[in-house]
Each structure stands twice: as structure tokens, then as C-alpha cells.
């Protein structure tokens, strides 16, 4: 088996601080790199994941940022509810953003599912942040996640499996596409609990029963917004130019080349460039009102 590169093995090795905040009686779980002064970016995953799926991506974000990647509850390390919403998932992140920095000066960047909760965060409370950042998130449309579980393809009830390596073996990102093996190994393995019998996935199948919100999410935005989507992702040019055109022609939509709809799992550094090549955009320009 091929070692995996040394950019990949530092991230992993960077210093990383755990830690939890309660919201609406749940515990959040979020992780953290950086100085704690800095201004900083939270990182919100997709339907099903969890917060080390940015494990690799989030040390390369820390260059005068305090960078944060949280788990929504039901999901990762954070507890479970009786219901989910993308309003109480905006809610985490927004207690998430207090307990870890100056919310005006945070920027909140989501994949998928956790674009649309970024989004959401942006029209419920975007004056009390910076900005925020969908990464190839189907704004007019179900998350590939939600798609699988309505249809019952995936996310059902979760298998207990005997050994964690046959839980890891049976890993696979939804939609499917190609993926770098030492990343796609590395979120696998964080992706799993201990279970009576053996072993289970962390997320929980009741998230994929909440409602779909997805009407509202661009109605009114106080705060900068850029939409990232992936080539060979799920949010196709045409979808970006009627987005781009309904933020009023400000909201950047920025294509990484080459990229399936996880771009984290398959063109990390591409999406690092380019979201570091968009802060350093905003630090630089003002906002258009």
C-alpha cells in the first residue's frame, strides 16, 4: 500500500483541541485548530458525516484563522434528538461560532447538507456573521444524502457489523465516486462507534426525516455568501449561473475542476487553494450592499 503523502500525515499530526457546547438540551461536539484569538471558520459536514471528515483539510486553513469543524447533532460525537431541522443545526453552528470566536468575524463553510445549513444560518442571522460558503450544496434540491434515505438505497437502520474492519470495509460516500484510499480510510474508521454485538455507524438514521427547508434558504442574506461547486459534482452550471443570478450577481460561484461532489475526499488541495484564495479575497475587497 502506498503511503499517504506528507502534507496528509502533518495534517493529521497538527495540534487539535476537543471540546462541547450544549444547544436546545443537546451536546455539541466540535474540534479545533489554530489560535484561539483568531478570527474564525467553522466547518459544517454533510448528511451522515461527521466533523473529521475536514480532519485534513482543516489545519491548511489555520494561517491567521482559528478553524473549527463541529458535529450537528445526530451525527459524529454529538448527541441525538427527538427531531432535526436545519434551524436547530444553524442554531448549533451559531453557539459553536460563540463559543469558539467573534461570530462577526466568523466564516462558516459547509459541504452538501451542510451548505444548506449554512445557508440557512446566513438567513436567519447572517448580520452576526462574516460570511458563508456552500460547498456543492443542491440548493434547489434534496442533498444526495436525503435522496438515498427517501428512496431507501441507504441510511436505513443502522447494521451492526462484528469488527470495526468490517464496518470500514463496507464504507462508501453517497453519491459514489473515486477518492483518494488514505482519506477515504482515515473518515471511515473515525466514522464508527462501539455497538452492542460490535460496531455501528455514528450518525443517526432519523436525520433524514426532518423537513426540507430549502425554499427559504436565499431569501434574505446580510452577510457575503460564495457557492462552491464540483465539476463532476452535483450542482451543474446552470444550477450556479440561476443561483448567482438570485444573489443579486454578487455571490462568486467558484468551480473546482476535476472534483466528484465530496471534494474533501477527492481534491483536497484544490479546495483548500481555492477556499484560501476566497478569504484572502474578502479580507481585500469590500462587500457590495
Request: glycine share 8%; with cysteine.
Amino acid at each position: 500500500m502506498t503511503p499517504p503523502p506528507a502534507w496528509f500525515s502533518a495534517a493529521l499530526d497538527a495540534a487539535v483541541q476537543e471540546g462541547t457546547t450544549t444547544v436546545d438540551g443537546a451536546s455539541i461536539a466540535y474540534r479545533a485548530w489554530g489560535d484561539p484569538d483568531g478570527r474564525s471558520i467553522v466547518l459544517v459536514h454533510g448528511g451522515a458525516a461527521h466533523s473529521r471528515w475536514w480532519d485534513h483539510i482543516a489545519p491548511m486553513l489555520t494561517d491567521g484563522w482559528r478553524v473549527v469543524a463541529v458535529d450537528l447533532s445526530g451525527h459524529g460525537d454529538s448527541d441525538r434528538r427527538d427531531r432535526y431541522s436545519l434551524d436547530t443545526w444553524a442554531r448549533e453552528v451559531l453557539a459553536v461560532v460563540a463559543e469558539t470566536g467573534s461570530a462577526a468575524a466568523s466564516v462558516v463553510i459547509g459541504h452538501s447538507m451542510g451548505g444548506l445549513v449554512a445557508l440557512r444560518l446566513a438567513t436567519l442571522a447572517g448580520s452576526e456573521i462574516a460570511g458563508a460558503v456552500a460547498i456543492d450544496s443542491p440548493v434547489r434540491d434534496m442533498a444526495p444524502e436525503d435522496r438515498a434515505a427517501r428512496q431507501h438505497r441507504a441510511f436505513g437502520p443502522l447494521r451492526v457489523y462484528p469488527t470495526p474492519e468490517a464496518a470500514v470495509a463496507r464504507f462508501r460516500p453517497i453519491p459514489d465516486q473515486p477518492t483518494l484510499a488514505y482519506i477515504a480510510d482515515h473518515v471511515a474508521a473515525t466514522s464508527i462507534r462501539p455497538a452492542e454485538g460490535g460496531w455501528t455507524w455514528k450518525f443517526d438514521p432519523n436525520v433524514f426525516a426532518r423537513d426540507h427547508l430549502t425554499p427559504e434558504l436565499l431569501t434574505r442574506l446580510d452577510c457575503r455568501v460564495a457557492l462552491f461547486r464540483a465539476e463532476h459534482g452535483l450542482v451543474t452550471p446552470q444550477q450556479g449561473e440561476v443561483l448567482y443570478d438570485r444573489l443579486g450577481r454578487v455571490a462568486p460561484v467558484i468551480e473546482i475542476p476535476v472534483a466528484g461532489h465530496h471534494i474533501m475526499l477527492d481534491q483536497p488541495v484544490a479546495l483548500v487553494a481555492a477556499l484560501r484564495t476566497l478569504l484572502a479575497d474578502w479580507d481585500h475587497s469590500i462587500p457590495h450592499g
